[in-house]
T-cell receptor
Framework: NAGVTQTPKFQVLKTGQSMTLQCAQD?????MYWYRQDPGMGLRLIYY???????DKGEVPNGYNVSRLNKREFSLRLESAAPSQTSVYFC?????????????FGDGTRLSIL | QQQVKQSPQSLIVQKGGISIINCAYE??????FPWYQQFPGKGPALLIA?????SEKKEGRFTISFNKSAKQFSLHIMDSQPGDSATYFC????????????FGTGTRLTIIP
């Protein structure tokens, strides 16, 4: 079982460049999430999707956009990368409200903005 | 606004000892309190979780103690082993944890021989 798969695993960008981080889950989960992890700050929610076709802002959405392409896939886009967006990005999925399927995380995308 | 406060930031424990990590929360609507374990280069993985209708939950060497009136919960690792060396995150959520989680800032645990 793959669980939650994130691509790429590493990426270096220049300031102002754009890129899309990909995430796919094979657990038939309804809800998907994007977090960023920074030293001393834990994981902070960027965006989430409670179900296919819906997305909502989390704690730190500025500078990001998301697309819930279908039930399996949830992508995160940086339109104009900034050094402050250097971080490790984690995608997660869960069964969603009223389910008993807690959040499972991918292994992250390590992103550096120069 | 840090809704879940975690301490200590780092912890060194001798093999066989008890590791204790503490968290405090502010939002009384939280009804699900998981602990995640993260090894270097990997994503967080659910370790153990508790709901506020019980004061303690034990799974093997790992125990969550929960104090609803104080809005605090803690992770105890008994007989700590070098393989337990990792970063631990407490978290909290509403709707039984299957929606968005609010994480603590993490504790880097090192078990020394």
């Amino acid at each position: 079982n793959a669980g939650v798969t994130q691509t790429p695993k590493f990426q270096v960008l220049k300031t102002g460049q754009s890129m899309t981080l990909q995430c796919a889950q094979d657990m038939n989960h309804n809800s998907m999430y994007w977090y960023r992890q920074d030293p001393g700050m834990g994981l902070r929610l960027i965006y989430y999707s409670a179900s296919e076709g819906t997305t909502d802002k989390g704690e730190v959405p500025n500078g990001y956009n998301v697309s819930r392409l279908n039930k399996r896939e949830f992508s995160l886009r940086l339109e104009s990368a900034a050094p402050s967006q250097t971080s490790v990005y984690f995608c997660a999925s869960s069964g969603g409200r009223f389910s008993n399927q807690p959040q499972h995380f991918g292994d992250g995308t390590r992103l550096s903005i120069l | 606004q840090q809704q879940v406060k975690q301490s200590p930031q780092s912890l060194i424990v001798q093999k066989g000892g008890i590791s204790i990590i503490n968290c405090a929360y502010e939002n009384t609507a939280f009804d699900y309190f998981p602990w995640y374990q993260q090894f270097p280069g990997k994503g967080p993985a659910l370790l153990i979780a508790i709901r506020p209708d019980v004061s303690e939950k034990k799974e093997g060497r790992f125990t969550i103690s929960f104090n609803k009136s104080a809005k605090q919960f803690s992770l105890h690792i008994m007989d700590s082993q070098p393989g337990d060396s990792a970063t631990y995150f407490c978290a909290a959520s509403i709707n039984f944890g299957n929606e968005k989680l609010t994480f603590g800032t993490g504790t880097r645990l090192t078990i020394i021989p």
